[in-house]
């Protein structure tokens, strides 16, 4: 079955880029009728969804995150990635990567999630 | 935004009780409200979709109703794996938002 699995460095600095990958195994990235999320949850609190991208590139991103979010995709290596500019202590949660189903637009695989820290 | 809010947030109950967590939405958002279980460490899980599909492999006992804006999530025969964190998610409009979750514990 399809699974996700998010890497990426645990510590950043404030200022610098938080840089998230997502390695989708047990299906193709490119497979027809799926797009490929970013979802965030603070310490003790709710989801917050960040942004998606098809494997042709097209992406929809939160508006509240502005102009510091790019996420790009290699279908070639069945990778999905994120990159979050200006990262402050605002930033600090753990990240997961989900499967989005275009009909109903809901995640139905998800990735363990990895926690970043934003910290001097 | 829509907003969702979900209630109660937190509730204890034992196992073999049945137990219905209630998500309302600040507009109507259709059938497009799913729901999830969350637990520490683990990937979330899909439970329901579209008001009341069942995701594949997901047990009978979970069943979800509604429309509009007020939504349910309803368990039957609690077991031990059911005690997590539930959350509502609204896929109606982007951004797509999540209530702040309802944790079950062991009374």
């Known amino acids: 079955q399809v699974q996700l699995q998010e890497s990426g460095p645990g510590l950043v600095k404030p200022s610098q880029t938080l840089s998230l990958t997502c390695t989708v195994s047990?299906?193709?990235?490119?497979?027809?009728?799926?797009?490929w999320n970013w979802i965030r949850q603070h310490p003790g609190k709710g989801l917050e969804w960040i942004g998606h991208?098809?494997?042709?590139?097209?992406?929809s991103y939160n508006p509240s995150f502005k102009s510091r979010i790019t996420m790009s995709v290699v279908t070639s290596e069945s990778q999905f990635s994120l990159k979050l500019s200006s990262a402050s202590a605002a930033d600090t949660a753990v990240y997961y990567c989900?499967?989005?189903?275009?009909?109903?637009?809901?995640?139905?695989?998800w990735g363990r999630g990895t926690q970043v820290t934003v910290s001097s | 935004d829509i907003q969702m809010t979900q209630s109660p947030s937190s509730l204890s109950a034992s196992v073999g009780d049945s137990v219905t967590i209630t998500c309302r939405s600040s507009r109507d958002i259709r059938i497009y409200l799913n729901w999830y279980q969350l637990k520490p460490g683990k990937a979330p899980k899909l439970l329901i979709y579209k008001v009341s599909n069942l995701q594949s492999g997901v047990p009978s006992r979970f069943s979800g109703s509604g429309s509009g804006t007020d939504f349910t999530l309803s368990i039957s025969s609690l077991q031990l794996e059911d005690f997590a964190t539930y959350y509502c998610q609204q896929s109606y409009s982007s951004p797509p938002t999540f209530g702040l979750g309802t944790k079950m514990e062991i009374k």
């Open positions: 047990g299906d193709s990235i490119s497979s027809g009728g799926f797009y």
């Open positions: 989900a499967r989005g189903v275009d009909l109903g637009d809901y995640h139905d695989v």
């Open positions: 991208i098809y494997s042709s590139g097209a992406t």
